[in-house]
Structure formats: structure tokens, C-alpha cells
């Protein structure tokens, strides 16, 4: 089985749908490659964290009475005393009971995909603005002075609060900074040289950052887009993503060799709209 066949049965291989054949044969690729085993992993991950959510939750206990008291004491009074309400009416309020438990939790899973696509929308265009600085095709505004000089020079462009990190590693330069945006956020961009590799670092604002919806513990959530890592997390009331090909290491343009980091880095993966099924991706 080759790459191609084996990302075509990706998701039959997850949902348990492939024969026992195709089963064993697909592991035997998985046994052996390390990017089709990535592929299954993440779409694992995916479901866990973001379609197991999604799943209906059973009412309240509280809805579950409220429709019992109002069906009992429809068809459970003593005649003499009973309201002569149709049989209709009962289902009917039961009805708008359920109706109204529905809009609430559709508006929850409303809330979940739209921090999904701005986390999705986040994640692809830093990645796609790391290629672009690293390549020249998005020259730098300022190219030259120290952290401070460049946090002074983008304070003053921006109306969020901008702290950048002082150079804490002798293999570490600042190339250059300059006014972005990451799909709809504005944001500041800095490219650092790291160990001979591109590293690109973003700030964004704080009202941005708490849009994508992302819990405070681990402090750092790690994704893998296209080949890249991105590491995003909130410190000093602002945002910030680090992009790289170099994983963790990529730490050093904000923390020293020494420091002791918070290593519980999360793989938080993005989400995807609408995935094809049994489509050769």
C-alpha cells in the first residue's frame, strides 16, 4: 500500500469500516510510515477534542422535571379539577421545552466552530506570513535597533499593548519587524534568525487571542500546520504565536537556554471545514 491509498482510507480506518484485509494491510503502512500514523493520529485527536463535543448533551435535570410537573398535572389531576386542555397541548409545550433546550445548545456549538475558524483562520495565516518574511516577499518595515527600539517603533503604530523579549540567546538576532495582519487580527511581526533557521513571532491583541477560544492551562498550545509549528499562547494581557520549523526550540526567541519552561505543550489540531469522507486527499 502506498501513501496515497493509505490517506484515501484514512477516515473508512477510523471509523471502522474497512474489511479486516484492508485493516491489516492498512497498519502494516501505518507500522512503517511515520506520515500517514500522523495523519490517523490527528484525526483521532480532532474527534476527541472537538467532534466528541459536538454530540448532543441529554437535557438538565431541571428541564427533565419542569416537562414531567407540566405533563403530570395535565393528565394526572382528579377530573373534577383538571384543566379541559386538549391531548395536543401537552406534547405542544413539551415541544417548546425541548425547542428551547435546542436553540441553547445549538448556540454553544455555534460558539465551538466559531473559535475553531478563528484558531483555523490564526494558524494558516501566520504560517503563510512566516513564508512570506523568511522568503522577502514581505520586506520589513524596521531593520534596525534593538527589541526595545522595535517595541517603542510598534507601540506607536498599534493601539495594543506590544512587549517584545530582549535577545537572550548569543545564536539569536532580530531581523526586522513590521505592521501585519493575520487574517482579520492586526498584528505586530518580527522575523528572528535562530541557529541559521527562520523564526517568525507574532503579537496580537488580547481580545484576539481569548476569541480563539483556548483554555489557560497548558500555558503554550502547539499546532503542526503544513509542515510548521506554531506555538500560541497569552502573557502581559496579549497574544502571541511563534512560527517555525525548529518545534520548541523555536522558545529561545522569548526564553533563555536555562529557563525552566512550562513543558505541558498541547497539540491542539485546527479545524478543518467540512472534511471530505473516502475522497483521496
Not at 76 to 90: A, L, S
Not at 108 to 120: E, F, I, N, P, W
Request: charge should be positive.
Amino acid at each position: 500500500m502506498n501513501c496515497d491509498r493509505a490517506k484515501s482510507q484514512i477516515f473508512p480506518y477510523v471509523d471502522a469500516e474497512l474489511s479486516r484485509e484492508a485493516r491489516h494491510e492498512m497498519e502494516e503502512h501505518l507500522a512503517g510510515c511515520v506520515a500517514c500514523r500522523r495523519l490517523v493520529e490527528q484525526e483521532l485527536m480532532f474527534r476527541d477534542r472537538y467532534a466528541g463535543r459536538l454530540r448532543p448533551d441529554p437535557a438538565p435535570p431541571h428541564v427533565r422535571e419542569s416537562v414531567d410537573r407540566l405533563l403530570g398535572g395535565l393528565v394526572g389531576t382528579p377530573e373534577r379539577r383538571r384543566p379541559r386542555w386538549p391531548v395536543w397541548v401537552g406534547g405542544a409545550v413539551a415541544a417548546v421545552l425541548l425547542l428551547g433546550l435546542g436553540a441553547a445548545v445549538g448556540i454553544g456549538l455555534q460558539r465551538m466552530v466559531y473559535r475553531s475558524d478563528m484558531l483555523a483562520e490564526l494558524t494558516e495565516a501566520s504560517v503563510e506570513q512566516h513564508q512570506k518574511l523568511a522568503s522577502g516577499q514581505l520586506p520589513p518595515d524596521l531593520t534596525e535597533g534593538s527589541p526595545h527600539s522595535a517595541e517603542v517603533w510598534l507601540r506607536q503604530r498599534l493601539d495594543f499593548n506590544v512587549t517584545l523579549p530582549e535577545l537572550k540567546s548569543a545564536n539569536l538576532t532580530l531581523l526586522g519587524a513590521r505592521i501585519s495582519h493575520l487574517g482579520s487580527v492586526p498584528a505586530a511581526a518580527l522575523e528572528y534568525r535562530l541557529d541559521h533557521r527562520n523564526v517568525s513571532l507574532f503579537v496580537i491583541p488580547d481580545e484576539a487571542y481569548k476569541r480563539l477560544g483556548l483554555r489557560e492551562k497548558p500555558k503554550f498550545k502547539m499546532l503542526n500546520h503544513r509542515g510548521y509549528d506554531v506555538i500560541i499562547w497569552r502573557q502581559h494581557g496579549t497574544g502571541y504565536a511563534l512560527v517555525s520549523e525548529i518545534g520548541t526550540r523555536s522558545c529561545l526567541v522569548c526564553h533563555s537556554p536555562d529557563e525552566k519552561l512550562d513543558a505541558s505543550f498541547e497539540s491542539v489540531p485546527h479545524r478543518r471545514a467540512a472534511p471530505p469522507r473516502r475522497i483521496d486527499s
